[in-house]
Every structure is written in structure tokens, then in C-alpha cells.
């Protein structure tokens, strides 16, 4: 089983230089390189002409875009199997080779998220981040790399795990290349900036019947590099928005609220709340959120719907409507009787998108 690697670049030329030693020291040698590059110039040649399994695909478009760029590297893949690699990681020796035998034992089509060391995009909430990579080889790096670094939050939350496809981060994923082509699984082109375009493109892959099997042991090294940390959250957030829009689902509201680490830690607690509050059984109360509107009005948590109205399922938390998109907005009581971290903030989004303050 061939794999073709897919690494979208954008002028991160000192890390992509380890990512690709840390590929050509890969014990397996049945994969290819895609740099899929925004901009092709002399040292990016430079960097990649050691390799013979490498070769730069130039992307098209103005203005650069991670999805444009894995879809150019999808469109120009022979593999049967499909491995996104972020330029930042720097894959310890049998990475590919795991990835490949995952993919071969799996009966159905399956994503495998290989873990991802050393990256905690979370946890400096403004400013500008900036590291500098003191290790001078591939060795250095790799040396005794999963007691020394911070770990993978993903494989420490508990099981089950009730959102796998949100895990599914784009760092260090494969899937099969025939999975991708059948399903027209390219990533949405529409994202703009940082984060969020590979949770809705494995939302999709996820709809389709492919499953999730999580491999620890195909890690890798996110490797520093400076970053905004303020414009990132805030182009996150924008895209969250717009996944929502786009997928207007309760397992979507809640990744839109709370983010994936965070959302897979509390989605069965805010399940067993609101199925209190229901006299429900938690399978029973996720079917049973619903929200009706109309052009000016919007009914929360009603069991069917009035003729006319359009369907959302949806707690309230979060909505895809603009402020003031309504001129009446009713909540029935069963919302008044949920835990104070789930009541407050339907209350304030509900503020948010009626023209009149609610009481």
C-alpha cells in the first residue's frame, strides 16, 4: 500500500528543512512528497532537491489558504493512502509505516490522527508567540521526545471518546486516497486564516461512514515557529461560525462553544443535564433538541414544529444568526430549570439575536 505525503508550505522553510530529514530517515520507503507551495522560490527548491521522493506542487490562487493547498496536494496524490503532514511536524522513524499499517488492517475506510507533541495552541491566549529551536539535528530532537515534551491532550481524555472526528487534526492524519476521491472529500475553500477548515473537512469524511482509529504510536514533533496568537483565536472563531452555519448541529454547537479538547471532555455532561431537565434518557434528549423559526421569530427547545417554520437542532448556546436577527424570541421553561454554565450563555445568545432584551 503506497502512501503519498501531503504537506502544505507557506514560508516556513527552517522547519519544513527537519520535516523532510525527518521523512527521509522514515524506515519505510513506500510513500511519496507533495509540498503543495504557495510560493516556489530558490530556497524552497534548494531544501527539496536532496530528496527524489519530493516534489513541489505550486498552488494557485493570491492569497495563500491551507485547504487550497491541501487540495492541490490531494489532486496530485498517486497514493492509496492519503497522509496530511504539517510542515511544523517532525515525524519520528516508523510514522509512515504505522500509518500504513493501520490503514492495511482496517476492513472499513478509517481516519488514523497520529499524536502531535509539543503543541498546546491554547495555552498563551495573546501576544506573539516565539520559540527558537535550539537542537541542530533530527537526533537531538527525537531523543527520549515522549518523556521530554508536553504530550498529546487527545489521548487524555476519557473514553469514549463521543466526537473522534473533531480529534481528527490535519497535522498528522491519513486516510485513504479512494475515500477522499468517491466522497469529494476536498477541504472548504471559503476558510480564511488559522483553524477549524480540517474539523469540518473530517465532519464530512465522518458522515460519509469513515470511522477513527487513533494510533499513539505514529507521533510526531510540532516544531516551533512565531505566531499571533490573538489573530489566530479570532479567525478560529470566525471559522467556527461559519462551520456551524454551514453544519447547524448540537455536536456542532457545542465545538463552536467550547473547542474539541474541551467539547469531548463535557459533551456527555451536558447530555445527562439536559436529560434531567427532560426526563429523558441522554440518547433520547440529544433527538429532542430542536429550535423553529420563522423570518422575525424564533422558538427555543419546542418538540415540533409549526407550520411554516424551519427546523435547527440546536440547544442554544450558539447560533449561526447575526445579532438582532429576530424580532421575538420565546424559551420555554424546561430551559429556566438547566445548570447555571448551560442557562447563561442560551440567555445571552438569545440577547444577542433578538432586537429586544429578553427577561
Not at 239 to 258: A, C, G, H, M, S
Not at 344 to 359: A, G, S, T
Request: glycine fraction near 4%.
Amino acid at each position: 500500500m503506497s502512501i503519498s505525503v501531503i504537506i502544505p508550505f507557506y514560508r516556513r522553510h527552517y522547519n519544513l528543512k527537519f520535516c523532510l530529514q525527518g521523512l527521509n530517515a522514515q524506515r519505510s520507503s513506500c510513500f511519496d512528497v507533495i509540498v503543495s507551495a504557495f510560493e516556489v522560490d530558490s530556497q524552497l527548491e534548494q531544501i527539496c532537491n536532496p530528496y527524489p521522493f519530493v516534489r513541489i506542487e505550486a498552488m494557485s490562487g493570491i492569497q495563500w489558504s491551507v485547504a487550497r493547498s491541501r487540495n492541490t496536494g490531494i489532486r496530485a496524490a498517486t497514493g492509496e493512502v492519503l497522509l496530511f503532514l504539517d510542515a511544523d511536524i517532525l515525524a519520528q522513524p516508523n510514522l509512515v509505516e504505522l500509518h500504513r499499517a493501520v490503514q492495511i488492517e482496517s476492513k472499513l475506510s478509517c481516519m488514523v490522527p497520529g499524536r502531535v507533541l509539543n503543541f498546546f495552541p491554547y495555552k498563551q491566549s495573546s501576544g506573539l508567540y516565539t520559540e527558537i529551536i535550539e537542537e541542530s539535528n533530527i537526533s537531538d530532537l527525537l531523543f527520549d521526545a515522549e518523556n521530554r515534551l508536553p504530550s498529546d491532550e487527545r489521548w487524555g481524555l476519557p473514553k469514549p471518546i463521543p466526537l473522534p472526528w473533531s480529534l481528527c487534526w490535519s497535522g498528522n492524519l491519513s486516510i485513504p486516497r479512494k475515500t477522499v476521491l468517491d466522497n469529494e472529500l476536498y477541504f472548504n475553500e471559503t476558510f480564511i486564516g488559522w483553524g477549524c477548515e480540517d474539523l469540518e473537512w473530517s465532519y464530512r469524511a465522518y458522515q460519509t461512514g469513515c470511522q477513527v482509529k487513533f494510533c499513539r504510536e505514529a507521533w510526531g514533533i510540532h516544531l516551533p515557529h512565531s505566531r499571533h496568537i490573538k489573530q489566530q483565536i479570532t479567525s478560529e472563531k470566525k471559522n467556527f461560525r461559519k462551520f456551524l452555519q454551514n453544519y447547524p448541529t448540537f455536536e456542532v454547537e457545542i465545538l463552536t462553544w467550547l473547542n474539541d479538547i474541551e467539547a469531548n471532555r463535557s459533551f456527555l455532561d451536558i447530555l445527562l443535564d439536559i436529560s434531567k431537565v427532560r426526563g429523558l434518557s441522554i440518547y433520547d434528549a440529544q433527538k429532542s433538541l430542536m429550535m423553529g423559526f420563522l423570518p422575525n421569530r424564533l422558538r427555543l427547545g419546542i418538540d415540533k414544529l409549526e407550520p411554516d417554520e424551519k427546523a435547527l437542532f440546536l440547544l442554544g448556546i450558539v447560533t449561526p444568526f447575526e445579532k438582532n436577527t429576530f424580532d421575538e424570541v420565546i424559551v420555554p421553561n424546561w430551559i429556566e430549570r438547566l445548570p447555571t454554565y448551560l442557562r447563561l450563555p442560551i440567555q445571552i445568545e438569545m440577547n444577542r439575536i433578538c432586537k429586544k432584551e429578553l427577561i
